[in-house]
Nanobody
């Protein structure tokens, strides 16, 4: 049974930072790309960032480029999303994705 567990969400003021983590268990994912998606209320789930298994290839959505950083630690089966200069429009539930597996999501709210 594969499980992805996200953590690190919360309430933050505009301009603030948060670091999300996603730990995978039940299998080894070092050969797969890992990614983050988000879904705001009333909107479809959208791509945020992805990182290849080696970390050598990283892609960001234009909306987060320059503000968010994705990284991974294969020894810990963990992917991270460092989010800086947060904006109210970043408010969403953030989901971790590996292969066909999804986490339960972690809420990020950016508000003053």
């Amino acid at each position: 049974q594969v499980q992805l567990v996200e953590s690190g969400g919360g309430l933050v003021q505009p301009g603030g930072s948060l670091r999300l983590s996603c730990v995978a268990s039940g299998s080894t994912f070092s050969s797969y790309a890992m990614g983050w998606f988000r879904q705001a209320p009333g909107k479809e789930r959208e791509f945020v960032a992805t990182i290849s298994w080696s970390g050598g290839r990283i892609v960001y959505a234009d909306s987060v480029k320059g503000r968010f950083t994705i990284s991974r630690d294969n020894a810990k089966n963990t992917v991270y999303l460092q989010m800086n200069s947060l904006k109210p429009e970043d408010t969403a539930v953030y989901y971790c994705n590996i292969h066909t597996y999804w986490g339960q999501g972690t809420q990020v709210t950016v508000s003053s």
